[in-house]
């Protein structure tokens, strides 16, 4: 009879579960680089070790600064099997950005990349004061051989267990439990400054792996990870999930449509996570006809509210079978709820499902009293997955975990009688206009339903009348001929007329973060 192992808690134990199970099977595919299971198990195992014999300490926080590249899944896990807390760093980030969070997380380790889209990262950090930081160590160094490089470290891990054994390495490993803290995720910071979310090893590879089951990812899944590592969606929704199911990683280090169609042919993708806008763009590539994408089957997806025809769309002109959409936020591990296998395209797109097993889901008032299904009120949560904390913060901690356990997300939505949850917005992104609550995503959701607009964000700017009015900027198709007067008019057809945008600016794109999501912060600003 096959041995039947305990579920793993740790990120280690899912990775040395799959070793068993399919440790030739390829893990890691980056560019001409291959790794199975195995083999990144002993890449993970070097690298740990030469952190160990260089005094990292179980509790001791590294953060990795890069973007999706092989060597950042092996630090993460190598990082985590000796108990260590991973602290990732947006790869958008200025020097100054960057070594505000290492000083916040107190990193005493930083992985990060030589250089990346012309940035020269460790030049970003020089002159910034970071008594924390004791060990840098660089991917894709110019001069591998140098002592801070990634080749190096591994060569010296490999050698430190060839002269020490790995009992010592075994059992730190061991003495990680499901309990520990294994990484630090911080906040954007839109409202003020960066808090950073502590979540646990446990609840975030029970989160993941009931997500991937969802999802119906499987050992033959090949999963394109555009969503940078930096984030939930790319490290755990991606990684986690991954690594749950056995499946094959493909990461790639920045979004180019081009680039993911071509990507999709070659190495016949099967699964594309992403937020709307990346599929938005696959569906209106003028050459999409061009490439076979027809081995891409399952998706998932999310925000705030997403036309219907974006998931009839990608289900009838992008052929894939199981599209699912969830919603969650880092101070819930990722993730909270989600769609489920035949679910129809108006629940997929209009809501996110369900709340996971283990997790309980209601809306309340300004008072926290619970409101009734179809009533609209903040969204608060509780369960497994809620975070420990954030660091360093219990104020902050107890302003958003009240004293019931209950998570008060600052997302406003409401739940239909069978339990799937619609989000209207966030509540700060809510602009009164005329003493009418506006929700930019309820508005931006009615202007993506016109045959010729691509994609659009809505913000409100300040108006001496009105206190507030919705500003609209608009992506059109190619060769549309729409005007802001046209489209102004038919906003006025179409909607109730408190939500209207007073102005309407077409645009040739919008600003998007390395997440895919619009940096509406930069539409404020430019006001």
């Known amino acids: 009879m096959p041995t039947s192992h305990p579920p793993a808690e740790t990120t280690w134990q899912l990775l040395e579960q799959q070793v068993a199970a399919r440790g030739d099977n390829l893990f890691l595919e980056d560019g001409a680089v291959r790794l199975s299971y195995r083999q990144t198990h002993q890449q993970c195992r070097a690298v740990a070790a030469a952190l160990l014999a260089d005094g990292f300490e179980h509790g001791e926080r590294a953060a990795i600064w890069a973007p999706n590249i092989y060597q950042w899944v092996v630090a993460a896990l190598a990082i985590q099997s000796i108990g260590g807390v991973l602290t990732t760093i947006n790869t958008r980030f200025k020097g100054g950005e960057a070594a505000e969070l290492l000083r916040a997380s107190g990193a005493t380790t930083l992985f990060c990349i030589d250089s990346f889209l012309g940035v020269d990262y460790p030049a970003a950090l020089s002159g910034q004061q970071l008594p924390a930081l004791r060990r840098r160590v660089l991917f894709n160094a110019a001069d591998p051989t140098a002592d801070d490089s990634w080749e190096s470290l591994l060569s010296n891990g490999e050698l430190w267990l060839a002269a020490n054994g790995d009992s010592a390495l075994r ?7 499901g309990m520990a803290v294994s990484d630090i995720i911080f906040t954007s910071g839109t409202t003020g400054k960066a808090k950073g979310v502590m979540t646990c090893h446990a609840q975030n590879v029970q989160a993941f792996t009931v997500f991937a089951q969802l999802l119906g990812l499987d050992a033959s899944d090949r999963y394109l990870v555009i969503n940078p590592f930096f984030h939930s969606f790319g490290y755990k929704a991606g990684m986690l999930a991954i690594l749950s199911q056995g499946a094959t990683l493909i990461p790639m280090a920045s979004f180019d449509v081009d680039q993911v169609l071509a990507t999709i042919e070659r190495d016949k993708i099967t699964v594309l996570p992403g937020p709307p806008t990346i599929f938005q763009s696959l569906i209106n590539h003028p050459k999409l006809a061009d490439f076979d994408i027809s081995s891409l089957v399952k998706a998932t997806t999310g925000a705030a509210v997403i036309p219907t025809s974006l998931i009839t769309e990608m289900q009838q002109i992008l052929k894939i079978k199981r599209v699912m959409t969830a919603y969650g936020l880092s101070e819930c591990c990722g993730v909270a709820t989600m769609c489920r296998d035949g679910d129809s395209a108006e629940t997929i797109a209009k809501t996110s499902g369900r709340a996971l097993p283990g997790v309980e889901l209601t809306i309340v008032d300004s008072e926290n ?45 409401f739940l239909d009688s069978a339990g799937n949850l619609a989000i209207t917005d966030r509540l700060k992104d809510m602009y009164i206009s005329g003493g009418f609550n506006c929700y930019p995503a309820e508005i931006e959701s009615a202007i993506n339903a016109h045959p010729d ?33 046209s489209l102004h008019r038919w906003c006025r057809e179409t909607m109730a007329n408190y939500k209207v945008p007073r102005q309407i600016a077409l645009v040739t794109e919008l600003p998007l973060n390395a997440s895919g999501k619009v940096q509406k912060t930069q539409l404020r600003d430019a006001n």
């Open 453 to 485: 607009v691509v994609m659009c964000a809505v913000i409100g700017v300040a108006d001496a009348r009105m206190g507030e009015v919705g500003r609209a900027y608009v992506v059109l198709r190619a060769g549309a001929e729409q005007s802001s007067e």
């Open 171 to 177: 059992d730190r490993q061991a003495g990680v439990d």
């Open 369 to 413: 009293r619970p409101l009734p299904s179809g009533e609209i009120g903040e969204i608060v949560l509780r369960g497994f997955n809620v975070m420990h904390g954030y660091l360093d913060d219990p104020a902050a901690t107890a302003e958003a975990i009240d004293s019931d356990g209950w998570l008060h997300t600052g997302d406003v939505g």
